[in-house]
């Protein structure tokens, strides 16, 4: 048997509505954030809305699959940069602060996704 998942992240995060709230926050802001709104152009942001909420809800341990493509692929010939990098997650935590996500939610977020970077910056 499968022992049940540590969804406490998930839930300190809001369950599925503080997660979908705050990811649709974050969207709007990398949109307008003229050091990476070039990226977003051509993009489907409905698609990028419920693909980061089931990878945001997966790896907070809540009840989701992540179906989407991998993060190298997602990511490929953009050429990002540690400086986009950061603009992009500067959002993501102007957003979840926006949302009255806890501040420790916020960083056991962050740590989870920090590893990520690898995969995604110069793809
Ligand atoms: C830890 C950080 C990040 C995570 C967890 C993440 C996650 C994701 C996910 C799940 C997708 C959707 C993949 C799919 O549709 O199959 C995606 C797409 C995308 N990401 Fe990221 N991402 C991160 C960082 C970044 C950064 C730094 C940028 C640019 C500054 C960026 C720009 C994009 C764009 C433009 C797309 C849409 C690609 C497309 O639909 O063709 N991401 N990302």
């Avoid at 949109?31 to 909420?53: G, K, M, W, Y």
Wanted: hydrophobic share 40%.
């Amino acid at each position: 048997a499968t022992p049940p998942r540590d969804d406490s992240l998930y839930r300190a995060l809001g369950g599925e509505a503080g997660v979908s709230a705050f990811v649709e926050d974050a969207i709007v802001r990398w949109v307008e954030n003229p050091r990476i709104s070039h990226l977003f152009a051509d993009v489907d942001l409905v698609n990028l809305h419920t693909q980061l909420l089931s990878q945001i809800c997966f790896e907070s341990g809540g009840p989701c699959h992540y179906s989407g493509r991998s993060m190298e692929e997602a990511h490929r010939d953009m050429n990002i940069d540690e400086g986009q990098f950061n603009a992009l997650v500067e959002d993501l935590i102007d957003a979840m602060e926006a949302r009255q996500v806890p501040i420790a939610a916020q960083n056991r977020l962050l740590a989870q996704l920090a590893p990520m970077r690898h995969q995604i910056m110069h793809q």
